[in-house]
């Protein structure tokens, strides 16, 4: 019988997760950088795809919106074969909906339909859904002091999705005349082929019986004011990314700028995205989590910021590296907050639950970025974003007054 399937006698769970922490964070970090690129091509060619192939105009962007569906849509099952199989079996679950994703996506392009291609990045997003349950799984693996550093140290992998993606685009973007991206496509299927055979080596415990059982209810944790928290922050950060970066290379587009400026433009916002949680998890440990999100809110108010100053190249560059690092601080912040708020025996229900409701909630945004860019433009996409980022700080600001309320009652 396999390590990753069961323990050796006198072996506790938890002391064969910890056994193995060092090769799993490595696997997990090397499969988020390939499965980020994966995200990173929908996300670079999936408004300009629709664009092309869309019956309307304004549903350019309903792609990478039913990416988001996607990722929202299989967030609990894919927490549901992670609890009764064990997450390595959700893992490979996830990168075989990549590989469909890139196989139906080149098909899309060929025929030119449009419902297939949003068909294939409904796949990219149940893949994606999927990865970013690699943060909680590099968690699971460390124990509760290193666990802040393990979440950052797969994030970073990260870093190279923001090289391998956009350049993956530029190489292959015309190498199948005449379907533009076709062939990209294609070699976003390989790529996620490649991230399956990564996961294989993983080894982490099979969920017990009582494991599964145990546990308050959800209703009850889900309740928790930190908890709470935690969820507004993550989704405040993920949907304004993802509201932000949706519109942005159809933005461009609109302003004249060349698919090269965007495809960089798109690699350093990535690099953005998780170049910091070489670092992330220490600020964390030293300052604390909120403090952390706090940051990132005030980046992403400054992406938005500086959006609205120009339409150069430039201005489109910094507004995205400055969104990526508010995201980063924003989202691996909230992530670690929600570490805070269950046991151990439910963390898959309440890591699941906390991803659906970021997820389902990154729907309405990206919906709303495509109609509003192509409706009112690029500026309007960007004072809109002011708004859900008041209410995040309102809601870290509620949560700390009300734990200093606390101790002083305690003192």
Known sequence: MSHANATTAGDSPAATTYSHEKGNVLRLAVAQALAGANTTVVYATGAIVGNMLAPSKALATLPISIFVVGMAACTLPAGMIAQRHGRRAAFLTGTGCGVLTG????????????WLFCAA???GGAYAAVVLSFRFAAADCAPP???PRALSAVMAGGVFAGVIGPQLVTYTMNLWLPHVFAATYLAQAVVA?????????????????????????LGVIARQPRFITAVIC?????????????AAPLAMQMCGLPQEASNLGLQWH??????????????????GAARVVMAGLVLTAASAAVGLTGVEVTHFWLTLILLGLGWNFGFVGASALVLECHRPEERARVQSFNDFVVFGSMVFGSFLSGSLLTSYGWNAVLWLSFVPLGLA???????????????????
């Open 145 to 147: 002091e290193r666990r």
């Open 121 to 123: 990045t409904f796949f």
């Open 193 to 217: 082929l490649a991230s399956a055979f990564i996961l294989l080596g993983v080894r982490l415990p099979m969920p017990t019986a009582a494991e599964a059982g145990r546990g308050r209810p």
């Open 234 to 246: 993550g989704v405040v950060s993920y949907l304004l990314m993802n509201f932000l970066m949706t």
């Open 270 to 287: 990535v690099i953005a995205m998780y170049g910091p949680s070489f670092f992330t998890g220490r600020l964390i440990t030293r300052f």
């Open 393 to 411: 700080v309102l809601a870290l600001a509620a949560t700390a007054a009300s734990r200093q309320a606390r101790a002083a009652g305690e003192a």
């Open 103 to 114: 196989l139906l996506a080149a098909l899309a392009v060929v025929l030119g339909s449009f």
